[in-house]
């Protein structure tokens, strides 16, 4: 094996492996899209340090949709509430309604005192799991300018791999032409 062929394989084992974990990523994305619709499974980000130090301010969390009814004592539960923020914070008393709803008493972890008012809902979203700090990252993600950043690598690593080559490995020549 020469030096040139070396590195044109070498070239062409990183272009497939690069092409196999972009189609893996991918895979994976439109997976965790279909079980998060299906499961009623969603993200919320913590922007206050009321529920610290278990769920610090900047934590990301998983969060599914459960009847309120289901809601126990001492789980953590994310509550809408209309024409406001929504509000996590930690069960601490419920109690069955009519009309189908559920009168939750909630307190934040650091907080002194229970939320001022129950919450009387239909549905909240339990807090499955949650990762501190990495809230930070979605919200720098999500900046127009990183998005465009990746978006342009992306296609250039696209354009990269799938770029016509010829026997030799080279780009845009014909062996014929050469």
Not at 10 to 25: Q, S
Request: positive net charge; glycine residues 8%.
């Amino acid at each position: 094996m020469t030096g040139a062929s070396g590195v044109v394989r070498a070239a062409a084992v990183v272009r497939g492996t690069l092409l196999n974990v972009a189609a893996v990523l991918g895979s994976a994305c439109i997976v965790l899209v279909v079980l998060a619709l299906v499961f009623h499974i969603s993200l919320i980000m913590f922007r206050t340090g009321s529920m610290s130090p278990r769920i610090p301010t900047g934590s990301l969390a998983v969060v599914k949709e459960i009847p309120a009814q289901d809601a126990r004592v001492g789980q953590v539960v994310t509550v809408d509430r209309p024409g406001a923020l929504p509000v996590t914070h930690r069960v601490v008393s419920s109690q069955p309604i009519p009309g189908g709803l559920t009168r939750l008493v909630l307190k934040g972890d650091a907080n002194r005192a229970a939320d001022p008012d129950p919450y009387q809902v239909r549905t909240v979203r339990l807090v499955l799991w949650a990762v501190p700090g990495l809230a930070y990252a979605v919200v720098w993600l999500s900046n127009p300018f990183v998005l465009g950043a990746l978006t342009l690598a992306v296609a250039a690593l696209i354009v990269w791999v799938l770029w016509p080559r010829d026997e030799t490995g080279r780009r845009g020549r014909h062996a014929e032409g050469s």
